[in-house]
């Protein structure tokens, strides 16, 4: 026996040119969508991990734009303006206050990163409170700094990964020509810890011939009024004051509007797959006009002649639509990759995040879409009269 | 109209106008004829007669203007019966098997799956759908996982015939089966049909051109100009 499964995927095999050509298109859109979806939940999770895992919920540095400079904070960029050490000692008597961390950013100028050089970000952190503040870090090899003024660094996983660094091994900081010793490398977090070169803070600021930082990290006792400690910073002066909360909802609504756009651009890709499925199961249906007839004779009702063609419609959507998902995954890397050079900041970890959810979702639509665009040629081809295709045979 | 018992067809005073434009054509004009069970007619006639319009009429493929028209003792028009598209497909589906001249196999399914397609959309209570023992029957077994563009046209019709009785036909409806087959694959054809009439008592109700084919059933009804004669 012969089932209609069977015939309907016969069918689409006669033009199989066409057919290719059906599947590529929706599998195009199936790609785009289901890697935005990825990108929307992707980005927003990387980022609230980004931002959680600082530790610290408000950021004091010098004036200046305040998301330019909790984005380079986030980025480990360098360029920032600095503050007096002495100011960490005022914030930290606030009421408000749990625990205060300073850090020092800098970032030197290194001839051998990439092609025509790079900068290496390094941060300068205090050994006795910023480890306290990032409980959560774990080391792959290693430990933290013995020592305020070690001539020490640890690494993240990535950084590590890249400058091909072992516990024990030497760093060069650029420009300076100083040696630090690598005494822990951190395991992979997914987040912009995994790029970063940690020194101690009193180190870097020698290195820097420093004796200022660039930013004050503070977390806040449980149920602290962040607004309140907010405006008392304010009165500090030629200092800014960064909720981490606002950053992550400005980063989220500019991105927002990027979405927008892209997410019209696949709904525009998804009309183009479907007017694509139209034609050719409409043009297969026409063609095949007669062939339908007969089927009729045969005893077809117009409900089967429906489900057939609908049949037809629902192979090329599962499959592109499934071809489409595995491209997403397979090149979801490469999509990252993408993203990372056109976005002005993109957090640590993966950014398109593809999940079994999200392709049964895209599938879904796919799917669903393609089975609406299918009704109109499926009704056509289930009115089609047996008489119409016998009486035209001559 | 009395309908007497061994009664395939009835039909009485049947016509069929068509219309193009403003132009009404009298394609077949109050024909009245029966066809018992197990009778092998033939239709005969030049281009225009309307017996292809008479068969598609007979085999309930379309309705007529207007007459009456019973199958096996069942109204199927006339006397205010007017039966739609899904009841004419049931009717189809239960009394008739049709093969054409151009046979409508399926090239991309071999022969054994072409024969069984219709049964993919019914299946007549009580019958086993044996493909292998009727494609045996029609002497086309060796052929089965063929496809239709590896056989030749004479097998093309009898993969198409074993098609249509796949699912036990009462009737069996051909139109112009052999007008596209040479003389000798014509023989061939003609001489399958006169088999399963004569073998199973099929009812088969045949148009064609070729007088050699007409002459192998019982009856032989000409037609001209929308009307039949019969000698």
Known sequence: ?394 | MMFEQGTALAAHDLTRVYHRGNEKIRALDGVSLTIRSGEFVSFMGPSGSGKTTLVNLLGCLENPSSGKLHLGGRSIFGNGTILGEQALTRIRREVFGYIFQNFYLIPTLTVRENVALPLAFYKKSGIDGDVETLLKMLGMDHRMNHLPGQISGGEMQRVAIARALVNRPEILLADEPTGNLDTKRSGEIGEVLQDLNRRSGLTIVMVTHNPLIGRLGGRLIEMRDGRAYEN
């Open chain 1, 1 to 394: 026996m012969i089932s209609k499964f069977q015939i309907a995927f016969n069918n689409l095999l006669r033009k199989k040119a066409r057919t290719l050509l059906t599947l590529v298109g929706i599998m195009l859109s199936s790609w785009v969508l289901v890697s935005l979806l990825g990108f929307n939940r992707g980005y927003e999770h990387a980022l609230n991990r980004d931002i959680d895992n600082m530790g610290y919920q408000l950021m004091v540095m010098a004036k200046g734009c305040p998301y330019e400079a909790a984005t380079m904070m986030l980025k480990g960029g360098g360029g920032l303006r600095y503050i007096e050490q002495s100011m960490v000692d005022n914030i930290a008597c606030k009421t408000e206050v749990a625990d205060v961390t300073p850090i020092l950013m800098q970032a030197f100028f290194d001839p051998d990163k990439g092609d025509g050089g790079g900068i290496a970000g390094y941060f300068g952190v205090d050994p006795v409170s910023y480890p306290g503040m990032k409980p959560f870090l774990r080391f792959h090899k290693g430990g933290w700094f013995q020592e305020a003024e070690a001539s020490e660094a640890v690494m993240g996983y990535e950084a590590a990964e890249l400058e091909q660094r072992d516990v024990g091994d030497m760093i060069m900081v650029p420009e300076k020509n100083v040696k630090l010793t690598v005494v822990g490398i951190l395991e992979r977090t997914g987040t912009q810890d995994d790029g970063t070169i940690f020194v101690p803070l009193k180190t870097l600021q020698h290195i820097s011939e420093t004796d200022k930082i660039t930013t004050i990290g503070i977390k806040l006792k449980k149920d602290a009024d962040s607004a309140k400690l907010e405006n008392v910073l304010y009165q500090l002066p030629d200092v800014q004051v960064v909720s981490l909360t606002q950053v992550k909802q400005t980063i989220i609504k500019l991105i927002s509007t990027a979405r927008v756009m892209v997410f019209s651009i696949a709904l525009i890709a998804l009309l183009i797959a479907m007017v694509g499925v139209v034609n050719t199961v409409l043009m297969s249906v026409l063609e095949r006009k007669q062939e339908i007839g007969i089927l009729k004779t045969m005893g077809a009702m117009p409900a089967d002649i429906f489900r057939l063609v609908w049949t037809e419609t629902l192979i090329l959507c599962s499959v592109g639509g499934i071809a489409g998902i595995g491209l997403a995954v397979v090149f979801a890397r490469l999509s990252d990759i993408v993203i990372r050079r056109i976005l002005p900041y993109a957090p640590g970890g993966e950014l398109v995040a593809i999940d079994l959810t999200l392709a049964l979702l895209t599938l879904g639509v796919i799917v669903f879409v393609g089975l609406l665009s299918g009704i109109y040629p499926a009704w056509h081809a289930g009115k089609v009269r047996p008489m119409e295709s016998i009486r035209s045979e001559g």
